[in-house]
């Protein structure tokens, strides 16, 4: 999450204002160097085409129907896999947050991060497993009795 106390983008006369969790309260001042400087403050790095498309896409949604898009169909819609945006953004919010939109609203919120969670389940129950291998390497000290 952004720190609004410290972030460059909330100095001087003319700064970018942000909430307490980090969404920037006017989305009509957004610039793509607003979307830049988030991206780096989010730790998801220099954007790339991929990036821009899922940002504009989101965006442009946001506008035509005012609430948080599906997921789904923004995968669809750009053509990239769930999976790609969640490596991309690493969660939900960082795109929201990215693409400059206000506050979604706590049952949003609270949708945004049980399906960055799941995601990342649904990741974890499909990484390869070796059946020799402990699932966790956790050694228990022998009893001292």
Known sequence: MLNTELN???????????????????HLIWTEETGRQIAELEGV?????????????????????????NMRLV??????????IHNLFGSCLSIWRIAGLPHPGEEAMAYMVSACFFKSMEVYRKRPV?????LFNITIPASTQ
């Open 8 to 26: 460059p983008l909330t100095r001087g006369p003319e700064a970018t204002r942000f909430d307490e969790d980090g969404f920037l309260v006017d």
């Open 130 to 134: 070796n059946k020799s291998t402990p």
């Open 45 to 69: 790095g220099t954007l790339t085409e991929r990036h821009w498309r899922v940002v504009n896409h989101v965006r442009e949604k946001f506008l035509e129907i005012g609430a948080l898009p």
């Open 75 to 84: 995968c669809r819609a750009v053509s990239i896999p769930k999976t790609e």
